[in-house]
């Protein structure tokens, strides 16, 4: 399968078996994620992996973070926040946090480019594996408290949670042709 191909391929798919995602399969999308172009070669991605019970944990941990934002809404859209935070992270097998780690060597802009570039890749290479992907991210995830449960630095920031799994059903989906949305200067 050409690479362009597999891009046309990859869709969200949100329905995924309870089934293991083999290590081999995400430490391929780790390492897909550190090729992603990135000036003054920073390499500002970091990644954490959970798996198992971690995602309870990190339910647990969202569900906390979440209760304490909430204080402000009515009791029953707080528990509705509350709970989605806490239940996100056993909708699939594997939840990968990327995070930007800025260098202050080039533009911060720059440098979530290239994690946003690193985290496209690792869809596509899920994709190549017949995996499905959500890449998430929501209120939850630009909360700065999370940074402490991630073992992240202060400048850090969390760019999303990868949701990985096997797919349970097949998506599709169509795109405006590039021609619309192009206009060419000779």
Partial sequence: MSVLDIIKARRTIGAMQDKDVSENAINLMLEAGTWAPNHKKTEPWKFRVFTGDSRVRLGDEMERIMKQKTGHLSEEEALKK???????????????????????????????SAVAAGIQNMLLVAEEQGLATIWRTGEIVYQTELNDFLSLEEDDKLLGLIYVGHPNKEASSKRIPYQDKTIWYR
């Fill in 82 to 112: 509350t709970t989605k935070a806490k239940k996100g992270p056993l909708r699939a097998p594997v939840i990968i946090a990327v995070a930007v780690s800025p260098s202050g060597k080039v533009p911060e802009i720059e440098e979530i």
